[in-house]
């Protein structure tokens, strides 16, 4: 099974950027589709973003305009560019990679957001 392993998450303030990583242990081109996935406390986990083999993304209506994903197939890659953080943005992120042979998470890292 695809191992995903996201980059360490961090603290900022609000208005502050934030880049994240997650990294495939094979190659990401086997899969259909990747996104960002996040859970905050006492909320269920939520779709962000969306990239498809292809590079066709999909957003949650809310993070349009902050929120960036994009893939480096080279890298075996996906990385989630988050603008204008707001505290509402604090969670726990989840990279998601989803092909015919199934569903693979990777572990979350934690966002937080301080006013």
């Known amino acids: 099974q695809v191992q995903l392993v996201e980059s360490l998450g961090g603290s900022v303030q609000s208005g502050g950027s934030l880049r994240l990583s997650c990294a495939a242990s094979g190659s990401i081109f086997s899969f259909n589709l990747m996104g960002w996935y996040r859970q905050a406390p006492g909320k269920q986990r939520e779709l962000v973003a969306t990239i498809t083999r292809g590079g066709n993304t999909n957003y949650t209506d809310s993070l349009k305009g902050r929120f960036t994903i994009s893939r480096d197939n080279a890298k075996n890659t996906v990385y989630l560019q988050m603008n204008s953080l707001k505290p509402e943005d604090t969670a726990v992120y989840y990279c998601?990679?989803?092909?015919?042979?199934?569903?693979?998470w990777g572990q979350g890292t934690q966002v937080t957001v301080s006013s």
């Open positions: 998601k990679a989803a092909s015919i042979g199934g569903v693979s």
